[in-house]
């Protein structure tokens, strides 16, 4: 099973309420892809992680998960959220 690793961006979180942008905050780390979402569901266990080193991101803390995940995004077009699951 392949490990997801799942994190706040603080540079997109800062640049959002700076800018009044309205990016998603959220990375899922998974393999060698990285997607992001407004909304995350992970659809089992899962566990929040502060082991004292770093992601390469440079992330502190994470939640980690071998789960299904769902990721949620608005779209320009739509004001409701569209997902897929990685």
Do not use: D
């Amino acid at each position: 099973m392949t490990i997801k690793r799942i994190h706040v961006n603080q540079h997109v979180l800062k640049r959002n309420s700076k800018q009044g942008e309205n990016e998603p905050i959220f990375t899922v780390k998974c393999s060698n892809r990285n997607h992001y979402g407004h909304t995350i569901k992970i659809k089992g266990p899962s566990e929040l992680m502060s082991p004292g080193k770093t992601l390469s991101c440079g992330a502190k803390a994470w939640i980690e998960t071998t789960s299904p995940v769902e990721i949620w995004q608005e779209t320009e077009t739509e004001p409701k959220m569209t997902g897929y699951e990685a």
